[in-house]
C-alpha cells in the first residue's frame, strides 16, 4: 500500500507541466485535464489502494512540482532562461525580456542605417520623439546628450534583466537622425548646449517680421 501511495506521488510529480495550469473558466481546460487522467489512469492500472488516497498522493506530487518550477521561474527574473522553441510556452519574465530584446535590437538597427546617411546631422531623442509634437529638444548629432543617450541604450542593451522588462517595461533605445527638412518639420525648440542651426519653435500663433523673424509668445 504504501509502496503505491509513492507511486502515485512520484507519478503525480512527473505528471505536472505548465501547461496543466488551466483557465477554469475557459474549455481549454478539457485537453490538459483529460490527458492527465488518461495518463495517470495508464500508470497506475488496478491497485487495491483508496481512490482518494492515490489521488491525493498524485496531487501532493504535482503540487510539490509546481512549487519547484515557481522558484525556478523566479530566477528567470535574473536572466533569461526559457527556450524560445520549447515544448512549453515561455514564463512572463522570459517573454517580457524577448519583447523588449527584440524592440532594441531593431531600434539599434535603425539608429546604425540613419547614421550612414551624412544629411542627418539633426537629432530627437527616443523620449522626445514619443512626445506630441513641439515638446523636447532637437540637438545636433555631436551633443553630449546624444552621445550619453547612446551611451545608455548601448549599456542597457547588454545589462537588461528580464525582471526590468516584465515589470519596467524597459528596453534601450536609440535617438532618431534627421535631415534638415525633417528637423525643421519637428517644430521643437533648440537645444541650448549644441544649438543647431535651426529656427526655434514658433506658436502656432506666430506671425513672420519683416525681418524674417517670428514673433508673438513660445509655447
Known amino acids: 500500500m504504501d509502496a503505491e501511495i509513492a507511486r502515485a506521488h512520484l507519478i503525480g510529480r512527473q505528471l505536472w507541466t505548465p501547461d496543466v495550469e488551466f483557465d477554469r473558466h475557459s474549455f481549454e481546460f478539457v485537453h490538459p485535464l483529460c490527458r492527465l487522467m488518461l495518463t495517470a489512469g495508464m500508470a497506475l492500472g488496478e491497485t ?3 481512490a482518494d488516497a ?4 498524485v496531487e501532493k506530487g504535482m503540487a510539490e512540482a509546481k512549487a519547484e518550477h515557481g522558484q525556478e521561474i523566479e530566477t528567470h527574473g535574473e536572466r533569461a532562461k526559457c527556450d524560445p522553441d520549447g515544448k512549453y ?4 519574465y522570459c517573454q517580457a525580456y524577448a519583447r523588449s530584446m527584440s524592440s532594441s535590437v531593431e531600434s539599434r538597427r535603425r539608429w546604425a542605417e540613419e547614421t550612414k546617411d551624412s544629411d542627418r546631422q539633426f537629432v530627437v531623442t527616443a523620449a522626445t520623439w514619443r ?3 513641439g515638446e523636447g529638444k532637437i540637438h545636433e548629432r555631436g551633443c553630449p546628450a546624444v552621445t550619453r543617450e547612446v551611451n545608455h541604450a548601448d549599456r542597457l542593451v547588454e545589462t537588461l534583466r528580464p525582471y ?3 515589470h519596467g517595461g524597459l528596453l534601450a533605445e536609440w535617438p532618431y537622425l534627421l535631415n534638415r527638412l525633417d528637423a525643421e518639420a519637428q517644430n521643437r ?3 541650448r548646449v549644441c544649438s543647431p542651426d ?3 519653435r514658433v506658436s502656432a500663433g506666430a506671425v513672420r517680421a519683416a525681418n524674417g523673424r517670428f514673433g508673438g509668445d513660445e509655447t
Request: aromatic share 4%; charged share 30%; with cysteine.
Open 48 to 50: 487495491a489502494s483508496d
Open 54 to 57: 492515490l489521488l491525493a498522493a
Open 89 to 92: 510556452p515561455m514564463c512572463e
Open 131 to 133: 512626445k506630441y509634437s
Open 164 to 166: 526590468e522588462a516584465k
Open 189 to 191: 525648440h533648440r537645444c
Open 198 to 200: 535651426l529656427l526655434d
